[in-house]
């Protein structure tokens, strides 16, 4: 049984002072049954840290170089990440594919790079509105998967179906869209990395996930979890999304 999970992505949002929501979100949700982790912006890993210690909740980097240290100004390596108390790490998110030009390939050298320090890579894939409309959806999740993927199957990992066009837009797919996509996805991890290492990969949901529609999410097949964009800078959002997510069982 895959243990669900629900990952916070703060994006570039974060101040001191924003670090309060956490303790909001601890005293609400003390022992969720879930796993959480926290995604702050770089600014804050060490700070969240400290607010994250002694509880059920984990830190995670939302990038890291490919380069476990070297001549790169302004990126961050998987190890300090580590170093810097993160377990997890975001991976191949649109806004990175789109804003900074990472491939699959560059995705997956990341994976590599974070596997080797110690972090569980979260790899994120998803179609853009023109690609669903046009009846792509299924080969850019299996061209996007294929090309991200880091070799080896004895690593955990996790992978965040987040179609493109529902992004911070208030849009999700249905039901049935969801069930699609992550089915295909769990049978294109079973032939890429065989049976039974596919079957403990994480699949989680992303976009514009909110309390509102969280507990539909949950309830489709092969959805264990979700990547939360902005419901997860708001304690009392975030808060009831896990536990719809802990309901879900």
């Given at each position: 049984?895959?243990?669900?999970?629900?990952?916070?992505?703060?994006?570039?949002?974060?101040?001191?002072?924003?670090?309060?929501a956490?303790?909001?979100?601890?005293?609400?949700n003390?022992?969720?049954?879930?796993?959480?982790?926290?995604?702050?912006?770089?600014?804050?890993?060490?700070?969240?840290?400290?607010?994250?210690?002694?509880?059920?909740?984990?830190?995670?980097?939302?990038?890291?170089?490919?380069?476990?240290?070297g001549?790169?100004?302004?990126?961050?390596?998987a190890?300090?990440?580590a170093?810097?108390?993160?377990?997890?790490?975001?991976?191949?998110?649109s806004?990175?594919?789109?804003?900074?030009?990472?491939?699959?390939?560059?995705?997956?050298a990341?994976?590599?790079?974070?596997?080797?320090?110690?972090?569980v890579?979260?790899?994120?894939?998803?179609?853009?509105?023109?690609?669903?409309?046009?009846?792509?959806?299924?080969?850019?999740?299996?061209?996007q998967?294929?090309?991200?993927?880091?070799?080896?199957?004895?690593?955990?990992?996790?992978?965040?179906?987040?179609?493109?066009?529902?992004?911070?837009?208030?849009?999700?797919?249905?039901?049935?869209?969801?069930?699609?996509?992550?089915?295909?996805?769990?049978?294109?991890?079973?032939?890429?990395?065989?049976?039974?290492?596919?079957?403990?990969?994480?699949?989680?949901?992303g976009?514009s996930?909110?309390?509102?529609?969280?507990?539909?999410?949950?309830?489709v097949?092969?959805?264990?979890?979700?990547?939360?964009?902005?419901?997860?800078?708001?304690?009392?959002?975030?808060?009831?999304?896990?536990?719809?997510?802990?309901?879900?069982?």
């Amino acid at each position: 049984m895959r243990q669900k999970l629900a990952a916070g992505n703060w994006k570039m949002h974060g101040l001191a002072a924003d670090l309060a929501a956490i303790d909001a979100l601890r005293a609400a949700n003390p022992a969720p049954a879930c796993e959480v982790v926290i995604c702050p912006p770089a600014t804050l890993l060490a700070r969240m840290a400290e607010r994250l210690k002694r509880s059920p909740y984990c830190l995670g980097g939302q990038d890291c170089h490919v380069a476990a240290k070297g001549a790169h100004t302004g990126d961050i390596a998987a190890t300090m990440l580590a170093d810097a108390g993160a377990s997890f790490v975001i991976l191949g998110h649109s806004e990175r594919r789109a804003d900074h030009g990472e491939t699959s390939a560059v995705v997956a050298a990341k994976a590599r790079a974070a596997r080797a320090a110690g972090l569980v890579p979260i790899i994120c894939i998803g179609e853009t509105e023109a690609e669903r409309d046009g009846g792509r959806t299924l080969q850019v999740l299996s061209d996007q998967l294929a090309t991200s993927l880091p070799d080896g199957t004895d690593a955990p990992l996790v992978v965040a179906y987040e179609p493109v066009w529902a992004i911070g837009t208030g849009r999700t797919p249905s039901p049935a869209q969801i069930a699609e996509a992550h089915g295909h996805l769990r049978s294109q991890l079973a032939r890429h990395l065989g049976a039974g290492p596919a079957a403990a990969v994480r699949l989680l949901y992303g976009g514009s996930v909110k309390p509102a529609n969280a507990a539909a999410i949950f309830a489709v097949a092969e959805v264990d979890g979700a990547l939360v964009g902005g419901a997860s800078l708001a304690a009392a959002d975030f808060g009831a999304i896990i536990a719809s997510l802990d309901a879900a069982g």
